[in-house]
């Protein structure tokens, strides 16, 4: 890896300007001086946890919903998984959420995918499959992986639920102009090495703090050769570097999966945008206030140790000592992590025993992250004493996996097949995995009781939850994939 930088200030020639910077200058409504603008949203996304309260709110305040055209709402975080689901959640209090933003959402008429609507999934699922983000747009969500979005060439960060309501209202935001960061990925990623293996290599490195105040554009040939799925998960990640957002500069297998979705532009409307998508990116001598660089030749599966994205480390190592990692971690924090995950310095990550694996989550639930688990599953069991669960991010992903026959590989492996949600990514639908159960997780966060209380979490790729659910243990996917 080799990193550079330049301060705090960026620029080039006059004129040239970075992909983000073009989108900001295009959405500023005014400048509010030291280095806050106001910014027209084009697309507001609310899922129930966050989005009734921001209803509410506006409702109190006598005012209403400026755009509802360009507001779309989900019932994702807090709605149980299993079949059957109702109204009535495991969360003590899920019901009342639900409520309120369906009845929010009527009021206003905004468009809902309520529970039992086909389009119905984890909004930064569904978003793009119905093609609501494109390319050049500014959306916002009140929702921390919103970044997730800015693979198509938007401009999308997450917001609070006071945001919320001021961009329900207006349509406009108050924001602080972050300055931009460059991670280049050079190189073709290996068999068996993934996006979200390349996201956590990249996190390892730079530190979840890495790109605290940053806009993150990933370039370079490894991200080119990405699907659109896999950039989904490489700017999905970029939360963990604390990064105010992310983004991917449109191109051909951009275009090409945006057309023919419900709400993309059609017929000489499709004509007019995509002219104007083809001009997106960065001018070539575009400077960035931090750069990064990365060979994806040096990447192999990743699997994290501790309690935080950051503590990670490639597949077949070790828990590193606290003297290798150069001071990324605190003492008192890396104590603090190995005790919790129950592990000591050295011990070997490969073979070590898990209770239960996870594959979900607006990082990893997409079709091509169920196909690639399913590959890994088909004509195998899941270990005794295993719990295994495969969560589909959207009501369309489990049509379309179970049109290609993928939820009998899960069942007939001895996977839980569920309903599209959030589900146990983390704790706050009222399902959880028990205390000190180590589990193997596809999702994006393992902090301290993320996915229940006292639940140890290792994220890796689904290809390797795959695998270790069907070991029993953290297992290399790609010593199975050999066999297949």
Known sequence: MTSVNLGREQGGRAGAR??????????????????????????????????????????????????????????????????????????????????????????????????HDPRQGIVHVISPEQGIVLPGLTLVCPDSHTCTQGAFGALAWGIGSTEAEHALATMTLRVNRPLDMRITIDGVLAPGVTAKDLALHIIGHLGSGGAKGYIVEFAGPAVRALDMEGRMTLCNMATELAAFGAIIAPDETTFAYVKGRPYAPAGALWDAALADWQRLGSDADAVFAAEHRFDAADLVPMITWGTSPQHVVPLSSHVPAFEALAGSVGRADYDRALAY???????????????????????????????RAAAIVKGRKVAPGVSAICVPGSTQVKAAAEAEGLDLIFREAGFEWREAGCSMCFFAGGESFGAQQRVVSSTNRNFESRQGPGTRTHLASPETVAASAIAGHIADPRALEDRA
């Not at 507001?44 to 409702?59: F, I, M, Q």
């Not at 000591?344 to 196909?371: E, M, Q, V």
């Open 341 to 371: 995950m129950d592990l000591s310095p050295g011990a070997p990550l490969l073979g070590l025993p898990i209770d239960a694996a996870f594959i979900g989550s607006c990082t990893n639930s997409r079709l091509s992250d169920l196909r």
């Open 18 to 115: 970075t992909l983000a910077a073009t989108l900001w200058d295009e959405h500023v409504v005014i400048s509010l001086g030291e280095g806050s603008d106001l910014l027209s949203i084009d697309r507001l996304l609310l899922h129930e946890r966050t989005g009734g309260v921001a209803l509410k709110s506006l409702d109190e305040a006598g005012r209403q919903v400026l755009a509802p055209a360009q507001v779309f709402a989900t019932m994702d975080h807090i709605v149980d998984t299993f079949h059957g689901r109702s109204d009535k959640t495991l969360m003590p209090t899920g019901t009342a959420f639900l409520t309120a933003t369906r009845e929010g959402a009527h009021r206003h008429g905004i468009t809902l995918f309520d529970l």
